[in-house]
């Protein structure tokens, strides 16, 4: 029987990413990630601050794990512990700047439920809880990063 798991040590490249663990979880986090910016975008950004730190780590986010998704497909790290540890250092990053923009969006949307019923607040709410989940992906991304690149 052939296994779908690659050992710690050893980057995947092509469809190979799409097998792996941590890298399987790119996809997921390209998905929450712009659910949450497309919902962010949906309402009306009051207040600025907070909303607009959310959608910039929102498309940062989005856009470095794209491009991160890319390198690995096309195996332009070849194999080499130095993208290990960067893969780690920059799902570190991404997880602690999401867990910030979830925690404002969450304080902001508990400061307009005046109107539970209201269709931007269901949008505030959906956007909460997939930024969320977008930071607990992120997480476990870091935690299996590590343990891959400590295996280098």
């Not at 779908?4 to 050893?10: K, S, W």
């Not at 207040?47 to 491009?67: D, E, H, R």
């Not at 269901?122 to 343990?147: E, G, N, W």
């Amino acid at each position: 029987m052939a296994s779908n798991t690659v050992t710690m040590g050893h980057l995947p490249s092509g469809m190979g990413i799409c097998t792996t663990i941590p890298d399987i979880l790119y996809v997921p986090e390209l998905i929450f990630g712009g659910l949450v910016w497309i919902l962010v975008a949906c309402t009306y950004v009051l207040p600025y601050n907070p909303q607009a730190w959310v959608m910039c780590v929102s498309i940062f986010c989005f856009l470095m794990t794209f491009v991160w998704l890319v390198v690995f497909a096309c195996g332009s790290h070849h194999n080499s512990s130095g993208w290990a540890a960067a893969d780690f250092i920059y799902h570190g990053i991404a997880a602690m700047l999401y867990l910030s923009a979830s925690v404002l969006l969450a304080v902001v949307t508990l400061a307009f439920k005046s109107d539970p019923a209201t269709y931007v607040y269901k949008l505030d709410i959906s956007a909460v809880v997939f930024s969320f989940v977008a930071t607990l992906l992120y997480v476990i991304h870091t935690i299996l990063s590590a343990i891959r690149w400590k295996s280098f």
